[in-house]
């Protein structure tokens, strides 16, 4: 069934929350060095991959780009929230990851692009010290403030639409409590100001869906997956998904444990440890923050191998995930994986990844590729938790019908055909 997607004219706003750190400003950089021509959009499926449309023998594979009504590159308009108040080019140079030449080539168009005041509380991130932020008596009028910027910003820049991508530090661990679990109680919460149970996160949150505007978490903070987010974006019919973007060891993880379920292989332990040495490997050194990416990077290998369907090869698995700081590295992270796997009639064998990737490049086009599908959902009228877009994410949103799949591949049948159905072709089950 086709759906009546409504066509993407005019200016599509991209508020970033954290605008100038390291993910934030290689995506906003590396994607207008695209729409100049100086670059090459890799890594992004919303520019560069094909879909099979019809049968096998039909050889149909036009780029997605060709047959889905996405935001053209050159409607994007960019624009954000940090605690520094450095332009995107300066806060590019501060992070390192991009050569000068790269950030030459669209330089005026960055030092156009500033952050506007941040919601923030260092109580959420204690390893930073923000000097660009607001000043509200309550999470509530806080939230206000952000729902302000967002209509300010959608009228100056004469945007159509606007998408809120939070690509900002990991927050403390937060447990759901009562207070997430009704809109009404956490609009309560807000109003009472209850700043140990409401993240600044969750203020962006709310002012996004409250302004009809998507809202993408990247992050493995709380934050939006909760009852009370559910609810609130049901009423509102905006489209939501997160949570934590997938992009190195988990990803990796999402595609071995499948091989390994698939051949029916066993598994005793997996040993997973990363170096990283830039802002975002500071604010996990903190234990607060780092619990939260902790469950986040737990929860996948359990829900993938299904210890209680099969307790012969995944009943006793020890699995332990470690970051550690290290400045050398900068945004190039080492992520490091032992695996002891079991074979026929037990016999032990290891496997070793060892992945010396760059953080923010492999962020950076996932960030354009959900602010891109996110605003599709949009006017396409799918709005609450977007499973479809579980492929970039480590801990997929689900609610609580539902578990999570984290199949790289599967998760990517899912997409795929959830764009086949959204313009009225058919899905492809691989059968024919
Ligand atoms: N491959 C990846 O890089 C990857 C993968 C998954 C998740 N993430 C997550 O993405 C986020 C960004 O990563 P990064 O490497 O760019 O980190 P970063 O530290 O370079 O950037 C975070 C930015 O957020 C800003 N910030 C913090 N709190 C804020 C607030 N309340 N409002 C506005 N701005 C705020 C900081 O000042 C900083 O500029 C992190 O939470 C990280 O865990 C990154």
Known sequence: MKNDIKPATGKLGILVVGLGGAVSSTFVVGTLAVRKGLSTPIGSITQLATIRLGKRNENNFPKIKDVVPLSDLNDLVFGGWDIFSEDVYEASVHAEVLSQKDLDGVKDELKAIKPMPAAFDQEWVKRLHGTHVKNAPTRWELTEQIRKDIRDFKQANGCDRVVVIWSASTEVYLPMCEEHKTLASLEKAMKENKTDVISPSMCYAYAAIAEGAPYIMGAPNLCVDIPAM???????????????????????????????????????????????????????????????????????????????????????????????????????????????????????????????????????????????????????????????????????????????????????????????????EETIDYLD
């Not at 737990?298 to 020890?318: A, R």
Request: aromatic letters at 12%; hydrophobic letters at 40%.
């Open 230 to 424: 559910w609810e609130f974006a049901a009423q509102k019919q905006v489209a939501i998904c997160g949570k934590d973007y997938k992009t190195g060891q988990t990803m990796l993880k999402t595609v071995l444990a499948p091989m390994l379920k698939t051949r029916m292989l066993g598994l005793s332990g997996w040993f997973s440890t990363n170096i990283l040495g830039n802002r975002d490997g500071e604010v996990l050194d903190d234990p607060d923050s780092f619990k939260t990416k902790e469950v986040s990077k737990l929860s996948v290998i359990d829900t993938i191998l299904q210890p209680e369907l099969y307790p012969e090869l995944y009943g006793d698995v020890y699995h332990k995930v470690r970051i550690n700081y290290y400045p050398p590295r900068k945004d190039n992270k080492e992520g490091w994986d032992n695996i002891d796997l079991v074979g026929w009639m037990g016999y032990p064998m290891q496997l070793k990844v060892d992945f010396l990737c760059r953080d923010s490049i492999l962020a950076a086009p996932l960030c354009l590729d959900l602010v891109l599908f996110a605003d599709l959902a949009q006017r396409a009228g799918m709005s609450g938790i977007q499973d479809w877009l579980s492929f970039y994410f480590k801990s997929p949103m689900h609610d609580f019908d539902h578990i999570p799949e984290h199949d790289l591949f599967i998760q990517y049948t899912k997409l795929k055909n959830t764009l086949r159905k959204m313009i009225g």
